[in-house]
C-alpha cells in the first residue's frame, strides 16, 4: 500500500501518540492500545523503504516522541507534523512541542488540524497563545498545509 501511496503521490496520515492515559480508556475505546507503538520512530524503515512516501504524523506531542518526529524530519522533507488535539493536551505540552519543531528548523512542517467535533476554536488559541511569531502561526494554520497539499499553487507540483 505504502508503495502504491508513494507511486500516486498520495498523503498517508498517521496516529504517532500514546494514544489515551489508562484511567481514560474503556472497553469500546482503545482498552489494549499500545502507546509505544505511536512513537514515530517506527516510521524510519518504512521511510528508508519509500523516502518520497507523503507521511502526516498526528499528534505529535510527547517530548520523546517529539524528538522521534525531528529525526525524521531532518532526514524525510515529505513528513509533517500535525497540531490536533491541542484542546486534549496540556498547553505548556504543546507549547513546548512547536517550540522544538520550529527551534529545529521545521516550522514549515507543522500542519492544522483536528480529529474531533468542536475543537477547531480552541485548538486555534492554543496556537495564537503561542511563543511563537504571525508568519509561524499563519503558517501553521494555513501556509504549511496548502503547500504540502499541494493547494493554490503552492508546492513543486502545483495544483492537483
Same mark, same amino acid.
Given at each position: @500500500?505504502?508503495?502504491?501511496?508513494?507511486?500516486?503521490?498520495?498523503?498517508?496520515?498517521?496516529?504517532?501518540?500514546?494514544?489515551?492515559?489508562?484511567?481514560?480508556?474503556?472497553?469500546?475505546?482503545?482498552?489494549?492500545?499500545?502507546?509505544?507503538?505511536?512513537?514515530? %520512530?517506527?516510521?524510519?524503515?518504512?521511510?528508508?523503504?519509500?523516502?518520497?512516501?507523503?507521511?502526516?504524523? @498526528?499528534?505529535?506531542?510527547?517530548?520523546?516522541?517529539?524528538?522521534?518526529?525531528?529525526?525524521?524530519?531532518?532526514? @524525510?522533507?515529505?513528513?509533517?507534523?500535525?497540531?490536533?488535539?491541542?484542546?486534549?493536551?496540556?498547553?505548556?505540552?504543546?507549547?513546548?512541542?512547536?517550540?522544538?519543531?520550529?527551534?529545529?528548523?521545521?516550522?514549515?512542517? #507543522?500542519?492544522?488540524?483536528?480529529? @474531533?467535533?468542536?475543537? $477547531?476554536?480552541?485548538?486555534?488559541?492554543? #496556537?495564537?497563545?503561542?511563543?511563537?511569531?504571525?508568519?509561524?502561526? /499563519?503558517? $501553521?494554520?494555513?501556509?504549511? %498545509?496548502?503547500?504540502?497539499? /499541494?493547494?493554490?499553487?503552492?508546492?513543486?507540483?502545483?495544483?492537483?
Amino acid at each position: @500500500y505504502l508503495a502504491l501511496a508513494t507511486k500516486l503521490d498520495l498523503v498517508v496520515l498517521a496516529h504517532a501518540d500514546a494514544g489515551p492515559p489508562p484511567e481514560g480508556r474503556t472497553p469500546g475505546c482503545c482498552a489494549d492500545f499500545d502507546g509505544a507503538l505511536g512513537d514515530p %520512530a517506527h516510521w524510519a524503515p518504512v521511510l528508508e523503504r519509500h523516502p518520497d512516501l507523503r507521511l502526516v504524523l @498526528y499528534h505529535v506531542f510527547r517530548p520523546d516522541f517529539v524528538a522521534s518526529a525531528v529525526a525524521l524530519l531532518d532526514v @524525510y522533507p515529505n513528513v509533517v507534523v500535525e497540531t490536533s488535539p491541542m484542546t486534549r493536551v496540556p498547553v505548556p505540552l504543546v507549547h513546548a512541542a512547536l517550540a522544538r519543531f520550529v527551534e529545529a528548523g521545521h516550522g514549515d512542517r #507543522i500542519v492544522f488540524g483536528s480529529d @474531533y467535533p468542536g475543537a $477547531i476554536g480552541g485548538s486555534r488559541a492554543v #496556537i495564537a497563545s503561542a511563543p511563537l511569531t504571525d508568519a509561524q502561526k /499563519r503558517a $501553521i494554520l494555513y501556509d504549511n %498545509a496548502a503547500r504540502f497539499l /499541494r493547494l493554490d499553487g503552492h508546492g513543486e507540483h502545483g495544483a492537483r
